[in-house]
């Protein structure tokens, strides 16, 4: 009699639902799919009450892009290392063997990946292999190579900003999927290029960095006027000592990092009373003021009139 022939059983589909199965709501798919549309974008924010094993969430065949805003990580393979920090970018390539990647225990983490397939990279970047960086030309020609990720980089204020855009996307639904994808292709060429030669003199270099410095103080402060981060977190955040951080801060805005949030802190009050949607008491909480009375002192000092009068009785708005 004869027996019909064994087959293999087939390769079992990998997802990475699994490596965040510990998280639960901590992990957010936003848009994508990486084997459907080539790419997926994820958001994440949880803390890890243990080292977390971050490895089993890539895909074989990907390449990965970290917008890390919180928490501090490591991508390690092939004997090279990318070690994220708060406020820094990396990616790394798997191939076939998974990488050890680990995420700090007793941290907060907030992060946004978007993963990309090796034949959407090669789809959309074709012609440019040439300026890719090596881990990433590697990925896309289908070769070996001795690098698994690139260096890291500090974000700049409009990455972070990216970060804030991607998580609520300003298009109707219909319009998302071409948004999202435009997106994606705009991170890849930000990121996934080798970088130009270094022909910034020194001190053209210092400066843009103090620039690029003050412009992520200043979207931080915007990120949460009531509980504002301490100076010298916010030094650690945009990696400096708070003592530079202010010279530089003072130097590039004429004010204080102090004089500076009661500025946005001003606006923003004048903004919410113009809408009209809050009371003054609420306002005032809102950016940050527990006492009304210095609120409403400091109100009256940028604007000339008190709060509740706002903006009928300023005085570039009364009678003549």
């Given at each position: 009699?004869?027996?019909?022939?064994?087959t293999?059983p087939?390769?079992a589909t990998?997802?990475?639902a699994g490596?965040w199965?510990?998280?639960g709501?901590?992990w957010?798919?936003?848009?994508g799919s990486f084997?459907?549309?080539g790419?997926?974008?994820?958001w994440h924010?949880?803390h890890a009450k243990?080292?977390?094993d971050?490895?089993a969430s890539?895909?074989?065949?990907?390449v990965e892009l970290?917008l890390?805003l919180e928490?501090h990580?490591?991508?390690?393979?092939?004997?090279t290392?990318?070690e994220f920090?708060?406020n820094?970018?990396g990616?790394?390539h798997?191939?076939?063997e998974?990488?050890?990647?680990?995420?700090?225990?007793n941290?907060?983490?907030q992060?946004?990946?978007?993963?990309?397939?090796c034949?959407f990279?090669?789809?959309h970047?074709a012609g440019?292999?040439?300026?890719?960086h090596?881990?990433?030309?590697?990925a896309?020609?289908?070769?070996p190579c001795?690098?698994?990720a690139?260096?890291t980089v500090?974000?700049?204020a409009?990455?972070?900003q990216?970060i804030?855009?991607l998580?609520?996307p300003p298009?109707?639904?219909?319009?998302?999927?071409?948004w999202?994808q435009?997106?994606?292709l705009e991170?890849a060429?930000?990121f996934?290029?080798?970088?130009?030669?270094e022909e910034e003199?020194f001190?053209?270099r210092q400066?843009?960095?103090?620039?690029?410095r003050?412009e992520?103080?200043?979207?931080?402060?915007?990120?949460?006027?009531?509980?504002?981060p301490a100076?010298?977190?916010?030094?650690r955040?945009?990696?400096?000592s708070h003592?530079y951080?202010?010279?530089i801060?003072s130097?590039q805005t004429g004010?204080?990092i102090?004089q500076?949030?009661?500025k946005?802190?001003m606006?923003?009050?004048?903004?919410?009373?113009?809408?009209?949607?809050?009371?003054?008491?609420?306002v005032s909480?809102e950016v940050?003021y527990?006492?009304?009375?210095?609120?409403s002192?400091?109100f009256?000092?940028?604007?000339g009139?008190?709060?509740?009068l706002?903006?009928l009785?300023?005085?570039?708005?009364?009678?003549?």
């Amino acid at each position: 009699m004869n027996r019909p022939a064994k087959t293999k059983p087939a390769a079992a589909t990998f997802t990475e639902a699994g490596a965040w199965r510990d998280v639960g709501g901590g992990w957010q798919p936003l848009f994508g799919s990486f084997r459907g549309a080539g790419y997926s974008i994820e958001w994440h924010d949880f803390h890890a009450k243990r080292e977390f094993d971050w490895a089993a969430s890539f895909h074989p065949g990907c390449v990965e892009l970290c917008l890390n805003l919180e928490g501090h990580g490591f991508v390690e393979g092939k004997g090279t290392r990318a070690e994220f920090a708060p406020n820094t970018a990396g990616f790394y390539h798997r191939e076939q063997e998974p990488l050890i990647a680990k995420r700090a225990a007793n941290e907060r983490h907030q992060f946004l990946t978007v993963e990309f397939s090796c034949p959407f990279l090669t789809k959309h970047l074709a012609g440019t292999e040439a300026k890719l960086h090596p881990t990433v030309r590697a990925a896309v020609e289908g070769c070996p190579c001795d690098q698994v990720a690139g260096a890291t980089v500090r974000l700049t204020a409009a990455q972070l900003q990216t970060i804030a855009t991607l998580r609520q996307p300003p298009v109707y639904a219909a319009a998302q999927p071409v948004w999202y994808q435009c997106k994606a292709l705009e991170l890849a060429v930000t990121f996934l290029f080798q970088p130009p030669p270094e022909e910034e003199m020194f001190c053209s270099r210092q400066q843009r960095l103090a620039q690029e410095r003050v412009e992520q103080v200043v979207f931080l402060l915007k990120q949460n006027l009531a509980e504002p981060p301490a100076l010298e977190e916010l030094g650690r955040k945009v990696g400096c000592s708070h003592f530079y951080l202010s010279r530089i801060f003072s130097a590039q805005t004429g004010l204080t990092i102090t004089q500076y949030l009661r500025k946005l802190r001003m606006e923003r009050a004048a903004e919410l009373l113009r809408a009209g949607e809050h009371n003054v008491t609420e306002v005032s909480l809102e950016v940050g003021y527990s006492s009304l009375s210095h609120f409403s002192a400091a109100f009256h000092e940028t604007f000339g009139c008190c709060p509740g009068l706002y903006p009928l009785k300023t005085p570039a708005q009364q009678p003549r």
